[in-house]
């Protein structure tokens, strides 16, 4: 989740604003949160209150903390369908195989143990909003990989696991780099989802993790918050990373984040 977080708050300030390149300041003054923190933050707070009983999560209850947290924060940045189901008095899914499935479900791959638990709960809060085939597939990959690599899957089991049951992966960083930077791009899983796999598959430390999400361009904070999810799982996060992230949230979101790890402890 924390890794997420840093994703989105680093790549704020590229999403409208590529470049190509990996020398750029992590933090900067156009860094911020996004829906990208504040929907990963409201699926941790939909576990949260399952306090470790997952049967409980229901699409009424993961609806109604989606809802409630994104509510708080109107302008963080939703597509127009996404800010119209938030606000909506009988929310519905919508068909939607857009990336914000994939961004938001960290928090299930910390807290599934195992291939079976993350597919079923990746299932349930993806598909109240993002209930297209593809939008629930990148999220179902992302929490999946999540475990794997939590339970010492290495990096070429990753690629192999994911050719054989979601994605072909035989773009580079640096055929992305080409293609992509210079233009926001699709913001749908099918694109987003192999790009942030990608970037994390040939980086060497979490940090080079997030240096190749924003260089290669294109919807750079929701694949670098995607990605950061997979880097977390398995690099961990350096602390002095996390403290100049976690200097942009607010009171309310620091709450969630401390909690969330505090029940993982």
Not at 30 to 34: A, D, I
Not at 249 to 255: R, V, W
């Given at each position: 989740m924390k890794g997420a977080i840093i994703g989105d708050i680093i790549g704020s300030a590229y999403e409208f604003n590529n470049i190509a390149t990996k020398d750029f300041p992590l933090f900067s003054r156009?860094?911020?949160?996004?829906d990208d923190?504040?929907?990963t933050c409201a699926v941790a707070k939909a576990l949260l209150d399952c306090k470790g009983d997952y049967s409980l999560l229901t699409s009424e209850s993961i609806t109604e903390t989606l809802q409630k947290i994104a509510r708080k924060y109107p302008d963080a940045g939703y597509g127009a369908r996404f800010i119209s189901w938030v606000f909506s008095h009988h929310p519905q899914p919508y068909n939607s195989y857009g990336n914000g499935s994939a961004m938001r479900i960290s928090p299930v791959g910390d807290v599934a143990a195992d291939l079976d638990t993350a597919k079923d709960l990746a299932t349930k809060i993806s598909a109240v909003s993002h209930n297209h085939e593809?939008?629930?597939?990148?999220?179902v990959c992302i929490a999946e990989c999540m475990v794997l690599l939590k339970q010492g899957a290495a990096k070429e089991e990753i690629?192999?696991?994911?050719?054989?049951?979601y994605y072909r992966l035989d773009a580079t960083c640096d055929d992305y780099r080409r293609e992509q930077a210079g233009c926001h791009g699709r913001e749908i899983c099918q694109i987003s989802?192999?790009?942030?796999?990608v970037c994390f598959?040939?980086?060497?430390?979490?940090?080079?993790c997030m240096r190749n999400c924003i260089s290669i361009g294109g919807d750079s904070d929701t694949i670098a918050a995607i990605a950061?999810?997979?880097?977390?799982a398995f690099y961990g996060v350096p602390e002095e990373i996390w403290d100049q992230a976690e200097q942009y949230?607010?009171?309310?979101?620091?709450?969630i984040v401390q909690a969330f790890y505090k029940e993982q402890a």
């Open positions: 156009g860094c911020g949160f996004t923190t504040v929907m593809e939008g629930i597939k990148g999220a690629r192999r696991y994911v050719e054989e049951k989802v192999p790009q942030a796999i598959l040939e980086s060497i430390s979490f940090e080079d950061g999810g997979l880097a977390e949230l607010d009171e309310y979101l620091k709450g």
